[in-house]
């Protein structure tokens, strides 16, 4: 049975990736969030790309950015939003990353589609802050919901989409290279 699991290379895809996003997680949780102030920089970037992509609606701005988890933007006459740390799209990148990164396939196209994978999911966060924005000032009463569902919803399934792209785009470049 063990000899059957070591030839099985979805499993091994899976455990491989499983373990790899948990040690990533690990070390994000407990030592990078813990003991630097990298997550709320970072969140900070995410707010300033927002309010200058909320500035281009035309829509007037307030920001509160602080190092300690309390920061928020919002659009003038609202109570805005709240960013913490678990929106900052920090643990997608890395679940993006790792099923790219263990999954079959060309190894140099991995050194592009990473990154770019990466950029895009950012930019997709600030487009859902700049939305949650809008919400809270227009529909706060939708705000929880839409966080909840919409935008979890739709933030996965573009991340699914870019894994299925790297499956069927690229992934079979490794076995073409190889034959």
Do not use: E
């Not at 999954?103 to 140099?108: E, F, S, T």
């Not at 990154?115 to 700049?130: E, F, M």
């Not at 949650?132 to 919901?145: C, G, N, Q, S, V």
């Amino acid at each position: 049975m063990i000899k059957s699991l070591r030839h099985n290379a979805f499993l091994k895809f899976l455990i491989y990736s499983g373990l790899t996003y948990l040690l990533f997680y690990l070390i994000h949780q407990f030592l990078i969030k813990r003991h630097t102030f990298y997550d709320q920089r970072f969140i900070g970037f995410i707010i300033q790309g927002a309010d200058q992509l909320l500035h281009l609606l035309n829509f007037k701005t307030f920001l509160v950015l602080q190092d300690i988890d309390y920061q928020v933007i919002g659009i003038d006459g609202s109570n805005g939003v709240w960013i913490g740390s678990n929106c900052n799209a920090i643990s997608l990148f890395i679940l993006f990353s790792v099923f790219i990164a263990w999954y079959p396939g060309y190894q140099k196209g991995k050194l592009w589609f990473i990154p770019l994978g990466i950029v895009s999911i950012h930019i997709l966060n600030i487009v859902r802050i700049v939305c949650l924005t809008i919400i809270a000032k227009f529909y706060p009463d939708y705000l929880d919901f839409n966080h909840t569902y919409t935008f979890t919803f739709f933030i996965y399934g573009y991340i699914f989409l870019l894994w299925v792209w790297w499956v069927n785009k690229f992934a079979g470049k490794a076995q073409a290279k190889s034959s």
